[in-house]
Nanobody, 130 residues
Framework: QVQLVESGGGSVQSGGSLRLSCAAS????????LAWFRQAPGKEREGVAA???????NYADSVKGRFTVSQDNAKNTVYLQMNSLKPEDTAMYYC????????????????????????WGQGTQVTVSS
């Protein structure tokens, strides 16, 4: 049973930083895509960043250069370092895992379709004030 537990959300001012963590268990450690999605009130869920079992990363254009996804395989934890935060980054952030390979490409995990990811955490709220 795949379990994903997010932490690290909070409230910051514009320009600030936060680091989200996703503690993952129960998945195939040899082959996976782990991604961060976010959803703001009244908006669709949006893929933010992803990392695969080879360490290849992929980012949404809106966060490139500001967010960094990484993983600590010893701790089975994925991180999302968020710098230069903007009010439009305000959302519930979710960790998600694709065990089937639907999102996998040689250039990194796809972020366009949340349905590619079958396992989800409970989310952690990020609020950025101007």
């Amino acid at each position: 049973q795949v379990q994903l537990v997010e932490s690290g959300g909070g409230s910051v001012q514009s320009g600030g930083s936060l680091r989200l963590s996703c503690a993952a268990s129960g998945y195939d450690y040899s082959s996976y895509c782990l991604a961060w999605f976010r959803q703001a009130p009244g908006k669709e869920r949006e893929g933010v960043a992803a990392i695969d079992s080879d360490g290849v990363t992929n980012y949404a254009d809106s966060v490139k250069g500001r967010f960094t996804v990484s993983q600590d395989n010893a701790k089975n934890t994925v991180y999302l370092q968020m710098n230069s935060l903007k009010p439009e980054d305000t959302a519930m952030y979710y960790c998600a895992e694709d065990q089937t390979g639907s999102s996998y490409t040689s250039r990194g995990c796809l972020l366009q379709d949340a349905d590619d990811y079958g396992y989800w955490g409970q989310g952690t709220q990020v609020t950025v004030s101007s």
